[in-house]
């Protein structure tokens, strides 16, 4: 439950990671971070809506309904927050110097760039004990490393903003020590099954309610024929 806990706040993260950069990269009046965060900004948002579409077709039962709310909540506290974000920075600081607006922005972003690359490390304790990668993902992960890389380099050589430098190089060496751990403790293949049997059950419950279910009236049946 926990691993799927992660999951939909990495997924809600992304999200928010996303629009901060594209609020900061308007403060900035940087075309560069608005572009290649706008794409993350659309996708972030059909990744969550398209989610809770499906979580919302399945059979409801007390698992997949509180997974639900989750989703649903960081979705509409996202909304409130940068709702709140625009008009203290529009309103509320409409008179005060466009660095302290910045600063503000880039405080958040660089809050929510930090959890987005550090989410994947709270398996890192289970990897560790349990000698087996199986929960990190690795595509994911060398993904992050590239674009921490990419970002890091141009957040120094090109603006020296430590705003941009800083954040993307803790999520550089959090990606670098994830891909250390899945080299030194590689998924095993039962370790692989099993978490494609939890994700069955967790991201298509009404496969295992509907063979329950057939199981149940199989079971009916023979008790009548009898």
Same mark, same amino acid.
């Given at each position: 439950?926990?691993?799927?806990?992660?999951?939909?706040?990495?997924?809600?993260? %992304?999200?928010? &990671?996303?629009?901060?950069?594209?609020?900061?990269?308007?403060?900035?009046? *940087?075309?560069?971070?608005?572009?290649?965060? /706008?794409?993350?900004?659309?996708?972030?948002?059909?990744?969550?809506?398209?989610?809770?579409?499906?979580?919302?077709?399945?059979?409801?039962?007390?698992?997949?309904? $509180?997974?639900?709310?989750?989703?649903?909540?960081?979705?509409?506290?996202?909304?409130?927050? $940068?709702?709140?974000?625009?008009?203290?920075?529009?309103?509320?600081?409409?008179?005060?110097?466009?660095?302290?607006?910045?600063?503000?922005?880039?405080?958040?972003?660089?809050?929510?760039?930090?959890?987005?690359?550090?989410?994947?490390?709270?398996?890192?304790?289970?990897?560790?004990?349990?000698? *087996? /990668?199986?929960?990190?993902?690795?595509?994911?992960?060398?993904?992050?490393?590239?674009? %921490?890389?990419?970002?890091?380099?141009?957040?120094?050589? %090109?603006?020296? *903003?430590?705003?941009?430098?800083?954040?993307?190089?803790?999520?550089?060496?959090?990606?670098?020590?994830?891909?250390?751990?899945?080299?030194?403790?590689?998924?095993?293949?039962?370790?692989?099954?099993? +978490?494609?049997?939890?994700?069955?059950?967790?991201?298509?419950? +009404?496969?295992?309610?509907?063979?329950?279910?057939?199981?149940?009236?199989? *079971?009916?049946?023979?008790?009548?024929? &009898?």
């Amino acid at each position: 439950m926990l691993n799927i806990l992660l999951l939909l706040f990495h997924v809600g993260l %992304a999200l928010i &990671n996303a629009i901060s950069w594209c609020m900061y990269a308007i403060m900035l009046e *940087d075309y560069y971070i608005f572009i290649a965060n /706008s794409p993350g900004v659309v996708c972030g948002t059909y990744c969550v809506v398209s989610s809770l579409v499906i979580m919302g077709q399945e059979e409801k039962n007390a698992f997949s309904s $509180f997974h639900y709310q989750v989703l649903e909540n960081i979705l509409l506290g996202g909304i409130f927050f $940068f709702l709140a974000l625009g008009m203290v920075i529009g309103i509320a600081m409409s008179s005060w110097e466009k660095n302290a607006k910045n600063l503000l922005v880039a405080v958040i972003a660089n809050t929510s760039c930090v959890l987005y690359y550090g989410a994947p490390c709270s398996s890192m304790y289970t990897v560790i004990m349990t000698k *087996d /990668s199986s929960s990190l993902h690795l595509p994911m992960i060398f993904v992050n490393f590239l674009n %921490a890389i990419l970002w890091t380099v141009y957040g120094y050589f %090109a603006l020296n *903003d430590l705003f941009v430098v800083v954040p993307n190089s803790i999520g550089l060496g959090l990606s670098v020590l994830q891909l250390c751990l899945i080299t030194v403790y590689p998924a095993t293949a039962a370790s692989s099954c099993t +978490s494609t049997v939890s994700t069955s059950q967790t991201g298509g419950n +009404s496969l295992l309610y509907e063979k329950i279910h057939l199981e149940e009236e199989g *079971d009916g049946m023979s008790k009548r024929v &009898n």
